[in-house]
């Protein structure tokens, strides 16, 4: 294969776009790693059903929207309407992670480490299945507010849509936000003593429970925020649509270091735009992108388990 034909017969406006359409995916897989990056640091589980917690999110934000969109609010409340979304979405989310938690997390922490493991995943099934019921199978179109579409032109004739413009800054705010509340923040500090060590941190008077509940709210409400932004990205919604980002979610948390939160930015924004840009540098169809994800998936555990950013793993977390 010849790597330097693929590449060369694209314009430089071409890959600009891929790339702007990569820190596009890699901002919403970033936000979404963050989640079983934060609850495996605090709880070292993988909470597998955190992908079915990004598509409620993305149905609370649709049907608000529709019930903007309906009444004429949209049309002359465009930010309000945006607020109001996402504050759906992140809302749904955040009371799907709690219950989720206290139904059938909390229960199990003294079981094997295989048991919640499986939870999760029969978890995610349920809630798939239930989200089928209540809202039915078919797609459901997810319209942007006019502040949203239309495209930037940059330099160089490359043009940017407006939604991927605010899906990349809005997705950067949050996880900065995310880092200094984690970093400078008496709940963060709590939140790292009891990733530490649970019984010292309870010892010194944290409430474990109230830490762990207040890590599920808080990946929570970042996968609400990722599933409105995929909506508008994507332009449409089902009940299964959170499946597939939340698996490369998960790819993106392994490559940067699970439970390292600079690594699930950084494993998000490098699998993003390795799904952008890999079809065209290897001159396969791009029907093959998830191939590239989970490839890189197979190489960073055989090479690399902890991760780019992750430290090896002691004999007791092992």
């Not at 709880?43 to 903007?68: K, Q, R, S, T, W």
């Not at 449409?236 to 998960?250: L, R």
Request: with cysteine; aromatic share 10%; charged share 10%.
């Amino acid at each position: 294969m010849d790597l330097a034909a693929a590449g060369k017969s694209y314009p430089p406006a071409y890959w600009a776009f891929q790339i702007s359409n990569g820190l596009v995916l890699g901002g919403v897989y970033a936000l979404i790693a963050l989640g079983y990056t934060l609850v495996y640091g605090i709880l070292m589980m993988i909470n597998f059903a955190h992908g079915e917690i990004v598509m409620f999110g993305a149905y609370a934000g649709f049907f608000v929207l529709a019930a903007c969109d309906a009444t004429g609010f949209t049309k002359t409340n465009q930010v309000a309407t945006l607020l109001l979304v996402f504050g759906a979405g992140m809302l749904v989310s955040m009371l799907m992670g709690i219950g989720l938690e206290r139904i059938a997390y909390r229960p199990l922490r003294a079981a094997p480490r295989l048991v919640p493991l499986i939870t999760a995943i029969g978890a995610s099934v349920f809630l798939q299945e239930t989200s089928r019921l209540i809202f039915g199978a078919p797609i459901r179109v997810y319209n942007k507010p006019a502040m949203l579409q239309g495209a930037i032109t940059l330099p160089g004739n490359v043009a940017v849509p407006i939604t991927g413009a605010f899906i990349i800054v809005a997705s950067i705010i949050m996880m900065v936000v995310l880092y200094w509340l984690v970093q400078h923040t008496r709940t963060g500090r709590a939140m790292r003593a009891v990733a530490t060590n649970k019984e010292a941190a309870a010892l010194m008077g944290i409430s474990v429970d109230r830490i762990i509940v207040i890590t599920f709210a808080i990946g929570s409400i970042l996968a609400g925020a990722a599933g409105v932004m995929l909506g508008f990205h994507n332009s449409q919604i089902n009940s299964t649509m959170g499946f597939f980002p939340g698996i490369k979610a998960f790819t993106a948390a392994v490559l940067g270091g699970i439970g390292n939160i600079p690594g699930a930015m950084l494993g998000g924004f490098i699998l993003g735009l390795s799904e952008a840009l890999g079809p065209s540098l290897l001159g396969i169809p791009s029907q093959y992108k998830d191939v590239i994800a989970f490839t890189l998936l197979v190489l960073v555990l055989i090479f690399r388990p902890q991760g780019i950013l992750g430290e090896q793993l002691g004999a007791e977390k092992a």
